[in-house]
């Protein structure tokens, strides 16, 4: 099992930055992906950042430029660090890792925080 909780979210003005962090609490499951995903009201979900146990990085196009996503194996944490942010980054903004044990492979989230930025 893995447990994710997450944290920095809040409001903030056009062109300002939040980081928003994560950790996970995990047994028997080993992590592989950890990343972030985004839901902004009557849209899907999708994918922001996310970052591999290898180091490479996928970015959406949205953001590139403006957002770093890191993690810190070591301590099972991810951050990502939102800069020049824009009100169509305005979201619900998801912790994701995917992780396996010797029987399967699993996405697990987390409950979500949400970004708003105004203008």
């Known amino acids: 099992q893995v447990q994710l909780m997450e944290s920095g979210g809040g409001s903030v003005q056009v062109g300002g930055s939040l980081r928003l962090s994560c950790a996970a609490s995990r047994s028997g499951v080993v992590i592989n992906t950890m990343g972030w995903y985004r839901q902004a009201p009557g849209k899907q979900r999708e994918l922001v950042a996310t970052i591999a146990t290898t180091g490479i990085l996928t970015y959406a196009e949205s953001v590139k430029g403006r957002f770093t996503i890191s993690r810190d194996s070591a301590k099972d944490t991810v951050s990502l660090q939102m800069n020049g942010l824009k009100p169509e980054d305005t979201a619900v903004y998801y912790c994701?890792?995917?992780?396996?044990?010797?029987?399967?492979?699993?996405?697990?989230w987390g409950q979500g925080i949400q970004v708003t930025v105004s203008s």
């Open positions: 994701n890792v995917q992780g396996y044990t010797r029987v399967e492979r699993k996405a697990y």
